[in-house]
């Protein structure tokens, strides 16, 4: 795990086409984990790779950061999926569930509305995967190209870019950052 986290705080990925629109992203001293213990927000977007945050993704993440000595703090939005899907039968729901409960669930309640994120209190940001992050937090799921990314988010990454601090996006999460 020790190695999963260090990957995440110095590599992230980044969109091919805007890296200096994301961050620049060398990590300095006050980041690394023997040196000062360090704060990482991540940002969820449900639960279930199919209409939130991956879970894998999202626990693996939250471990890694634990288990080097960090500490991290989950958010997400106050707001409806896009839709419910049925992980065992593929099929969409109709039924409407709320991100910030449904994140809940990965975050074991300790969680908050991301409309209370304030960059200066973490040292980076994380997105953990999911296609929650292509439906919940941005419009990537049905407009692609044309999307645009929820207001509550685009206001974080931009305070994180503000004060130049690494962000990191897994698996479909950096079309947020696109």
Known sequence: ????????????????????????????????????????????SGCGFKDGSEIHESVLTLLAIDKNNAQYQCFAPNINNIEVVNHITNQKTGEKRDVLIESARIARGDIYPLNQFNAKEFQALIFPGGFGAAANLSTFATQEANCSVNNQVSEAVEQTLKANK?????????????
């Open 166 to 178: 690494p962000i990191g996006a897994l698996c479909i999460a950096p079309v947020i950052l696109a």
């Open 1 to 44: 795990m020790a190695f999963a986290l260090k990957i995440l705080i110095t590599t992230f990925t980044i969109p091919a086409n805007k890296p200096d629109k994301i961050c620049k992203l060398l990590v300095t001293e006050k980041y690394k984990m023997n040196k000062k213990k360090i704060k990482i927000a991540v940002i969820l």
